[in-house]
Nanobody
Framework: QVQLVESGGGLVQAGGSLRLSCAAS????????VGWFRQAPGKEREFVAA????????YYADSVKGRFTISRHNAKNTVYLQMNSLKPEDTAVYYC????????????????WGQGTQVTVSS
């Protein structure tokens, strides 16, 4: 079993920045892909970004490209989501998830999920 713990959410004004962290209890081939998702009230869960531990490959949703950066710290088993130029429409609960190694980061299977962290962007 793998545990994922998100942190770093909060309240920020539009144009501001936040950095989310996703700490994994361990890394295996079954958790090579780590993705960030978000869900706003009344909306479906939305893919945000993903990264591969082994290759470092990245993928971003168009809505966050150029504003968000996903990265990893191998020694800390932690994946980060740096969010800049935040907009009110970025308000959501952000979840990290992990799944097996894949050749398609956008449509990877995710087997493990964190509890989520709230991000609120005020206008």
């Amino acid at each position: 079993q793998v545990q994922l713990v998100e942190s770093g959410g909060g309240l920020v004004q539009a144009g501001g920045s936040l950095r989310l962290s996703c700490a994994a209890s361990r890394r295996t081939f079954s958790t090579d892909t780590v993705g960030w998702f978000r869900q706003a009230p009344g909306k479906e869960r939305e893919f945000v970004a993903a990264i591969s531990w082994s290759s470092g490959s990245l993928y971003y949703a168009d809505s966050v490209k150029g504003r968000f950066t996903i990265s990893r710290h191998n020694a800390k088993n932690t994946v980060y989501l740096q969010m800049n130029s935040l907009k009110p429409e970025d308000t959501a609960v952000y979840y990290c998830a992990a799944g097996p190694i894949t050749g398609n980061l956008r449509y990877s299977r995710y087997d493990y999920w964190g509890q989520g962290t709230q991000v609120t962007v005020s206008s």
